[in-house]
């Protein structure tokens, strides 16, 4: 079975440029999470869904906003991009809410801002 | 505020020892908690999860245990080998979850 998958795998962008990032679930999962991770630090929640609404959010400025599709794949979208939001960012799925279950990462997608 | 702790941040081994990694967390009202590796540049890979109820899970060479009224969880190591060599965190789950800066393991040949 297929795990999770994100695209794309590499982005460079420049500040101010918007920058759009995918995500596809493992097949059967509903919810969906977002995770900033810099370097040396471990990963910040951004956001999750859960059958299409929008479940949690996290610190995160509103130049960050993501949705979730009828089929549960889901896009991240940062506008404004400053050189801070350079970082890898990961997505999750969970067959549930995630609360009591495991959550699944993809590879995630790495986005310099230059 | 949750805050994740992990310590040591780096840990270096000759292989086939036995080793803990350590975890603590400031609020016990958690869902459950999940130990993940993650390779260099690398998304996230789930290696036990831990629910509330539970005391320890156990996987192969891996056992993790969790003591929610003292904050702490512990994965313990058994027989290390250079392919354990990797970033390992922590995470504990409320109504988000939250992650610990991780200990970046070394294993030697």
Same mark, same amino acid.
Not at chain 1, 25 to 45: A, D, R
Not at chain 1, 87 to 104: K, P, R, V
Not at chain 2, 24 to 40: C, E, K, M, V
Not at chain 2, 79 to 104: K, N
């Given at each position: 079975?297929? /795990?999770?998958?994100?695209?794309?795998? $590499? #982005?460079?962008?420049?500040?101010?440029? $918007?920058?759009?990032?995918?995500?596809?679930?493992?097949?059967? $999962?509903?919810?969906?999470?977002?995770? *900033?991770?810099? #370097?040396? *630090?471990?990963?910040?929640?951004?956001?999750?869904?859960?059958?299409?609404?929008?479940?949690?959010?996290?610190?995160?400025?509103?130049?960050?906003?993501?949705? *979730?599709?009828?089929?549960?794949?889901?896009?991240?979208?940062?506008?404004? #991009? #400053?050189?801070?939001?350079?970082?890898?960012?990961?997505?999750?799925?969970?067959?549930?809410?995630?609360?009591?279950?495991? *959550?699944?990462? /993809?590879? /995630?997608?790495?986005?310099?801002?230059? | 505020?949750?805050?994740? =702790?992990?310590?040591?941040?780096?840990?270096?081994?000759?292989?086939?020892?036995?080793?803990?990694?350590?975890?603590?967390?400031?609020?016990?009202?958690?869902?459950?908690?999940?130990?993940?590796?993650?390779?260099?540049?690398?998304?996230?890979?789930?290696?036990?999860?831990?629910?509330?109820?539970?005391?320890?899970?156990?996987?192969?060479?891996?056992?993790?245990?969790?003591?929610?009224?003292?904050?702490?969880?512990?994965?313990?190591?058994?027989?290390?080998?250079?392919?354990?060599?990797? =970033?390992?965190?922590?995470?504990?789950?409320?109504?988000?979850?939250?992650?610990?800066?991780?200990?970046?393991? =070394?294993?030697?040949?």
């Amino acid at each position: 079975d297929a /795990g999770v998958t994100q695209s794309p795998t $590499h #982005l460079i962008k420049t500040r101010g440029q $918007h920058v759009t990032l995918r995500c596809s679930p493992i097949s059967g $999962h509903k919810s969906v999470s977002w995770y *900033q991770q810099v #370097l040396g *630090q471990g990963p910040q929640f951004i956001f999750q869904y859960y059958e299409k609404e929008e479940r949690g959010r996290g610190n995160f400025p509103d130049r960050f906003s993501a949705r *979730q599709f009828p089929n549960y794949s889901s896009e991240l979208n940062v506008n404004a #991009l #400053l050189l801070g939001d350079s970082a890898l960012y990961l997505c999750a799925s969970s067959l549930g809410t995630g609360l009591i279950d495991t *959550q699944y990462f /993809g590879p /995630g997608t790495r986005l310099t801002v230059l | 505020k949750q805050e994740v =702790t992990q310590i040591p941040a780096a840990l270096s081994v000759p292989e086939g020892e036995n080793l803990v990694l350590n975890c603590s967390f400031t609020d016990s009202a958690i869902y459950n908690l999940q130990w993940f590796r993650q390779d260099p540049g690398k998304g996230l890979t789930s290696l036990l999860l831990i629910q509330s109820s539970q005391r320890e899970q156990t996987s192969g060479r891996l056992n993790a245990s969790l003591d929610k009224s003292s904050g702490r969880s512990t994965l313990y190591i058994a027989a290390s080998q250079p392919g354990d060599s990797a =970033t390992y965190l922590c995470a504990v789950q409320e109504d988000d979850m939250r992650f610990g800066a991780g200990t970046r393991l =070394t294993v030697k040949p």
